[in-house]
């Protein structure tokens, strides 16, 4: 009678101790995933690489500037060598919008590699001026339209920021198990990054690809700089981290909610 009394008990404490071992892992999972999701996004965020591009012009095609940007006045005499191949490169981020002057290469990535970049580089600030608006080269509206859309896109790239780097503070303070709430509410905050981050990234596209600001950009320096202007847009490192955070984040997000769960119904 002893040991039949005694082995519900002990039933139940290999039941505990199973649910405690399945719970480590699934923690040890969702901890890794977070970490990553927390490196990828921040990389994303603190990075300026977002969109790439690069303008070329024949240099015979040039109708208001001269080597180095001079403008041209009436009857001044331009010699340039028909096999210049140059461009001026540009990247832009949350923070800074850069561009420099080189020679077209093969392949063109290679120039915005971080340790490949000259020393003449010109940068300024571009939390709510996106490429390649102005104020100059775009009309009132024109412009009002990119500042309240560049001023959303950042929003929502500090949104994002802020939840991730909360959920991660979150996360420790509820190690080990201490509160099924703090779990529930560093995966919230998980799963808000990753939607806000993946809005962030479907905003750049629908910019790039859909808006018309670019072949307007592109139409107005053929009319009044060069009638052979390409613009070549791609998208950077920074793009590229983005959807990979927010795949982390989901899941990170997605697993600190389940652990929440069990930690609720185990304690009931």
Not at 48 to 59: F, G, H, K, M
Not at 229 to 236: A, M, N, P, R, T
């Amino acid at each position: 009678m002893g040991s039949d009394e005694c082995c519900p008990s002990q039933q139940g404490s290999q039941t505990r101790l199973d649910t405690a071992m399945k719970l480590s892992v699934v923690l040890f999972f969702a901890g890794f995933f977070g970490a990553l999701a927390t490196g990828f996004l921040l990389l994303s965020f603190g990075t300026d690489y977002w969109l790439l591009a690069s303008e070329t012009c024949s240099p015979e095609d040039l109708r208001t500037v001269g080597p180095g940007k001079v403008p041209l006045e009436q009857g001044d005499m331009v010699v340039t060598q028909k096999n210049e191949d140059t461009a001026m490169f540009h990247h832009e981020g949350f923070f800074w919008r850069c561009s420099f002057g080189g020679r077209i290469e093969e392949d063109t990535m290679l120039k915005f590699w971080f340790t490949n970049q000259p020393p003449s580089k010109v940068c300024m600030h571009s939390y709510l001026f996106p490429f390649p608006v102005s104020e100059k080269t775009h009309n009132g509206t024109a412009y009002d339209s990119a500042i309240i859309y560049r001023g959303f896109w950042s929003i929502f790239v500090l949104v994002g920021v802020v939840a991730v780097v909360t959920a991660g503070f979150i996360i420790i303070c509820a190690a080990p198990f201490a509160s099924h709430r703090l779990y529930k509410a560093g995966g919230g905050l998980f799963i808000t990054a990753g939607m806000f981050f993946l809005a962030v990234i479907v905003m750049l596209v629908i910019w790039v690809q859909v808006l018309d600001t670019l072949n307007q950009y592109v139409e107005q320096q053929r009319t009044l700089q060069c009638s052979s202007f390409q613009l070549s847009v791609q998208y950077g490192l920074s793009f590229m981290f983005a959807p990979v955070g927010v795949f982390f984040s989901l899941l990170a997000g997605l697993l600190f909610m389940l652990i929440g769960r069990s930690l609720r119904l185990q304690y009931q």
